[in-house]
């Protein structure tokens, strides 16, 4: 995600403005401060208290067909911005065209991936697979059926590419979710465009690689389990992208996540336990395998904790990793209004 300092700018005042305009306007918001401890590869022993999310929403009811959706998000380590701490995440407007279509345009997570979990940290899907992007989307509903195809002007560069070396991509995803079932498939033209892939490997692209992924989710009473798996449709050929540290891919890494979770709720508690695991993906820096096990529960109206640990085994030496393991114990307070 890039901070664009301008638009944050124009996107207060609009926000600010928006009341004149405006039928409806609800804010909301969370705030998520983290604790932790963990044991890197080499051994070393680190401890962290961050404020790992502050987020304020808009959402603006302009009239009958027309709404917007303003995020502000704040975070400590400056993760989503470059290393910048504040700016807008998400800033896009709805016209809903009939019951069953909307078009939607501006910032936003583009709907590649379903990303759920009941783990404190994020799943590797959605490091490998997330994508912040300014696009216009097409979405579709009909029943527990939805569809949604979406274009916008991708990020990573192609030799091939025009002067400015900025391409067009484009996905789509289709799902079926209904109260104890959901199943869903999606597609982007090109997974180098995923805010991971920008970040650690900003090389240029010989030719797009794609990316697709399909998810499964399944509850019965107070037990679901959670599904998903997410990958490059084709290898990255040598020199296509570079890592951090400008180290040609080797010939042909075509990177894969998965994760596999199982939660069980009991009063206001919830247990859960993950697996997790990449293929060819140690030129991007994320572990081989991670197992995890988390419980969290409501303290109040609005307010959870969450603690989990997890164990992370690195890619063998002759994989490109260093055959190491790591751990995290991470502690969570969510506070949602």
């Known amino acids: 995600m890039k901070n664009k300092n301008g638009f944050t700018v124009a996107a207060l005042a609009a926000l600010l403005s928006a009341p004149v305009y405006a039928t409806d306007v609800a804010f909301s918001g969370q705030v998520e401060v983290e604790a932790g401890m963990a044991e890197d590869y080499d051994g070393t022993t680190t401890t962290d208290l961050v404020l790992a999310k502050a987020v304020l929403l808009a959402d603006v009811a302009i009239s009958e067909p027309l709404s917007a959706h303003l995020a502000l998000l704040y975070e400590e380590d400056g993760e989503a911005f470059d290393g910048t701490t504040f700016g807008l995440e998400e800033g896009y407007v709805t016209l809903q ?40 989307v097409l979405e579709m509903t009909g029943g527990n059926l939805g569809a949604s195809l979406y274009t916008f002007n991708g990020d990573a560069d192609e030799t091939t590419s025009s002067a400015d070396n900025d391409t067009l991509s484009f996905g789509a995803r289709l799902g079926f979710a209904n109260d104890n079932f959901s199943l869903g498939a999606s597609y982007i033209s090109n997974l180098a465009d995923s805010d991971f892939l920008q970040a650690t490997t900003p090389g240029t692209l010989k030719s797009a690689v794609a990316g697709y992924g399909v998810n499964f989710g399944w509850r019965v009473n107070n037990v679901s389990l959670i599904a998903e798996y997410l990958a490059a449709a084709e290898g990255f050929s040598n020199g296509d ?97």
């Open 241 to 337: 992208v570079l890592t951090a540290g400008d180290v040609p891919v080797a010939s042909q890494e075509q990177p894969s996540a998965s994760n596999l979770e199982l939660a069980f709720e009991s009063g206001n508690a919830t247990f859960a336990v993950a697996y997790q695991m990449t293929t060819e993906a140690a030129f991007l820096g994320l572990p081989e395998t991670v197992a995890s096990a988390a419980v969290s529960f409501a303290v109040m109206e609005g307010a959870s904790i969450g603690a989990e640990y997890a164990t992370m085994a690195d890619y063998a030496v002759v994989d490109g990793g260093g055959g190491e393991s790591a751990s995290a114990l991470t502690l969570k307070l969510v506070v949602e209004f």
């Open 97 to 136: 065209l009939s019951d069953a279509m909307a078009l939607v345009a501006g910032r936003m997570f583009v709907p590649f991936g379903r990303f759920e979990s009941n783990m404190v940290s994020d799943p590797l899907t959605k490091e490998l697979g997330e994508s912040s992007e300014t696009a216009v």
